[in-house]
Nanobody, 118 residues
Framework: QVQLMESGGGSVQAGGSLRLSCATSAFIFSSYRMAWFRQGPGKEREAVAT???????TYTDSVKGRFTISRDNAKNTLYLQMDSLKSEDTAMYYCAAGISWEIDFRYWGQGTQVTVSS
């Protein structure tokens, strides 16, 4: 059974940092493109950052220069380093796994809450 388990969320003051992790199992992690999504209160879900199987990354404009997505294929784990956090980063953060040729992401975690206080 495929599992994606996020951890590392919590409460932090503006300007602080958090590192999210997404431990995965039961699928060939290295063959999947991975992503972090978030959904803030009253907002639609948005893609925060993606990383493909070659390590190429993309970021939504609001987090460029502050967030870094990375993957460790040996550990089957995805990371999101979040620095210079702002109150508008407050959201539930989800990791997702997708097959390269499919538009939608196939597997999703349950999410981890990030709350940034100003």
């Amino acid at each position: 059974q495929v599992q994606l388990m996020e951890s590392g969320g919590g409460s932090v003051q503006a300007g602080g940092s958090l590192r999210l992790s997404c431990a995965t199992s039961a699928f060939i992690f290295s063959s999947y493109r991975m992503a972090w999504f978030r959904q803030g209160p009253g907002k639609e879900r948005e893609a925060v950052a993606t990383i493909d199987i070659t390590g190429r990354t993309t970021y939504t404009d609001s987090v460029k220069g502050r967030f870094t997505i990375s993957r460790d294929n040996a550990k089957n784990t995805l990371y999101l380093q979040m620095d210079s956090l702002k109150s508008e980063d407050t959201a539930m953060y989800y990791c997702a796994a997708g097959i390269s040729w499919e538009i939608d992401f196939r597997y999703w975690g349950q999410g981890t809450q990030v709350t940034v206080s100003s």
